[in-house]
């Protein structure tokens, strides 16, 4: 193998490897921020009617319009409401909502909000 050819693999497998550690360290600290973090963990409640949404927990009771949210995201496991400017968000899991539910909050969000 010609001098240069081996420098060049030798950088590649440096490069993953740094990948590798960098994503197992960021992936490793987002769960110790998750563990830490109790309000992400408390059992919530949504309150969602056609002019405003009410947040409800044991140490929070926040009302907010749908102008303060512009968009909003969904996969299989939740919706995520994203405020104006994108600097914030609101997680919406679905593991507590029926069917019907979830098809009703994805119709109400589709009025108010674009889809992300």
Known sequence: MVQSQRWLLEAIVLALGILIVRSTFTTSKKRAHYRKAKNLRDRRSLDATEGTLHFKSSDLNAEASYSFYS????????????????????FIPKRELSPSQITELR???ETHFTRK
């Open 71 to 90: 968009k909003f995201a969904e996969d299989n496991h939740s919706f995520v409401l994203v405020n104006q400017g994108g600097n914030g968000f609101s």
């Open 107 to 109: 119709s109400l969000f």
